[in-house]
T-cell receptor
Framework: DGGITQSPKYLFRKEGQNVTLSCEQNLNHDAMYWYRQDPGQGLRLIYYSQIVNDFQKGDIAEGYSVSREKKESFPLTVTSAQKNPTAFYLC???????????????FGSGTQLSVL | GDSVTQMEGPVTLSEEAFLTINCTYTATGYPSLFWYVQYPGEGLQLLLKATKADDKGSNKGFEATYRKETTSFHLEKGSVQVSDSAVYFCALSDLAGSTLGRLYFGRGTQLTVWP
């Protein structure tokens, strides 16, 4: 079955440590996204990528980095510069052409990141 | 800028009750509107959408009508079930001047349905 796989489901970060969240999709989608979800604040866009080897900052990119070396993969690194990383992180993808397709996001099941 | 405002929760209902979750939006262009649903421990799933004024999106007994005059997209269901318990997000996508259909999400409304 096609879908988006995020791993791990739970992740713990020590002070000063960088951690990487994995996101893999086999939907052949061009566009991929990372959102951060905090209780009562909805979803905020961190980074997005429309095609391989290209990505743009979203609304809250500081303290995060991404890469898009393969169409299927869009890992997110939470760096030590992100001072408040505890949140639920959601990866999504979409077809990057045609109105109505780009806007239909397929989400992974998320990674809960906590600080030790 | 573009934004979505949805009613704060939590909303608690008995089974078979009528549901309304209010959503209003601000957009500079001609947005498409969406409702996404998030079940516990999962990612979001598209519930329904409407791409132009007066369109009605519907799915699984849920409905929402795109009202341009009131800039609203309220979610309704005539008879909720325990299995409808989830967080509901209103969202908009405004493609005016953009090559990417990025979504702007509301804060989410937690719905709990009791048997």
């Amino acid at each position: 079955d096609g879908g988006i796989t995020q791993s791990p489901k739970y992740l713990f970060r020590k002070e000063g440590q960088n951690v990487t969240l994995s996101c893999e999709q086999n939907l052949n989608h061009d566009a991929m996204y990372w959102y951060r979800q905090d209780p009562g604040q909805g979803l905020r866009l961190i980074y997005y990528s429309q095609i391989v080897n290209d990505f743009q900052k979203g609304d809250i990119a500081e303290g995060y980095s991404v890469s898009r070396e393969k169409k299927e993969s869009f890992p997110l690194t939470v760096t030590s510069a992100q001072k408040n990383p505890t949140a639920f992180y959601l990866c999504a993808s979409s077809i990057n052409r045609g109105r109505g397709n780009r806007e239909k996001l397929f989400f992974g099941s998320g990674t809960q990141l906590s600080v030790l | 800028g573009d934004s979505v405002t949805q009613m704060e929760g939590p909303v608690t209902l008995s089974e078979e009750a009528f549901l309304t979750i209010n959503c209003t939006y601000t957009a500079t262009g001609y947005p498409s509107l969406f409702w996404y649903v998030q079940y516990p421990g999962e990612g979001l799933q598209l519930l329904l959408k409407a791409t132009k004024a007066d369109d009605k999106g519907s799915n699984k007994g849920f409905e929402a009508t795109y009202r341009k005059e009131t800039t609203s997209f309220h979610l309704e269901k005539g008879s909720v079930q325990v299995s409808d318990s989830a967080v509901y997000f209103c969202a908009l996508s405004d493609l005016a001047g953009s090559t990417l259909g990025r979504l702007y999400f509301g804060r989410g409304t937690q719905l709990t349905v009791w048997p």
